[in-house]
């Protein structure tokens, strides 16, 4: 039972070019996300995060954007670097704040930006 | 640097052979998590603690343990490695009231044999 999916297992963007990343969630009870970014043999690094709150926060060339609606989250590279690839994991939480709030992973999406 | 810090990077062992991951901070969190990633997976929760207490997913093996023995410092034990148990396994930390950013190790690659 996959509360966070990630649909997408790649995607190819070429440099310069937007790149957009979606996740989808089915637990309303998540009230906060999360991306992170992995490179090989590295553990994943926290990149951009948003509260059920919100419906947009941007960092730099990132930007997430969140429907609660439509329980869908997408990030959003703009413009794409060679560098930016990697695989990124959309995660989820609920219980912000609390003891108990453990983050809920998708399978994540490879992104490969071509020169 | 502050850090997490987890040894080995890679690690062999035999089917049944009982192995010790272990995990460091620098970051004086009061949480630390183990994950288990298998290839092409979502990193799967296996269990944390919350400052000295230890919280195990309902969905986790017997076969896995973890041990505290202060701040710093958190191991999983596998008991019976069995050939399933070849994944990924990460340490994250957090530091509870100022955001729930996990932060990372590069994880140990486990293979069994």
């Known amino acids: 039972d996959q509360q966070v999916k990630q649909n997408s297992p790649s995607l190819s963007v070429q440099e310069g070019r937007i790149s957009i990343l979606n996740c989808d969630y089915t637990?309303?009870?998540?009230?906060?996300f999360l991306w992170y970014k992995k490179y090989p043999a590295e553990g994943p690094t926290f990149l951009i995060s948003?509260?059920?709150?919100?419906d947009k926060n941007e960092d730099g060339r990132f930007t997430v954007f969140l429907n609660k609606s439509a329980k869908h989250l997408s990030l959003h590279i703009v413009p794409s670097q060679p560098g930016d690839s990697a695989v990124y994991f959309c995660a989820a939480i609920k219980n912000y704040g609390g003891s108990q709030g453990n983050l809920i992973f998708g399978k994540g999406t490879k992104l490969s930006v071509k020169p | 640097d502050a850090m997490v810090i987890q040894n080995p990077r890679y690690q062999v062992t035999q089917f049944g052979k009982p192995v010790t991951l272990s995990c460091s901070q620098t970051?004086?969190?009061?949480?630390m998590y183990w994950y288990q990633q298998k290839s092409s997976q979502a990193p799967k929760l296996l269990f944390h603690?919350?400052?000295?207490?230890?919280?195990n997913e309902a969905d986790t093996p017997d076969n896995f343990q973890s041990r505290r023995p202060n701040t710093s410092f958190c191991f999983l034990d596998i008991r019976s490695p069995g050939l399933g148990d070849a994944a990924m396994y990460l340490c994250?930390?957090?530091?509870?009231?100022?955001?729930?950013?996990?932060?990372f190790g590069s994880g140990t690659q486990l293979s069994v044999l």
């Open positions: 603690y919350y400052d000295k207490d230890f919280n």
């Open positions: 970051l004086n969190h009061n949480v």
């Open positions: 994250a930390t957090r530091l509870t009231g100022v955001g729930e950013k996990l932060f």
């Open positions: 637990n309303s009870m998540f009230d906060y």
């Open positions: 948003i509260s059920s709150i919100k």
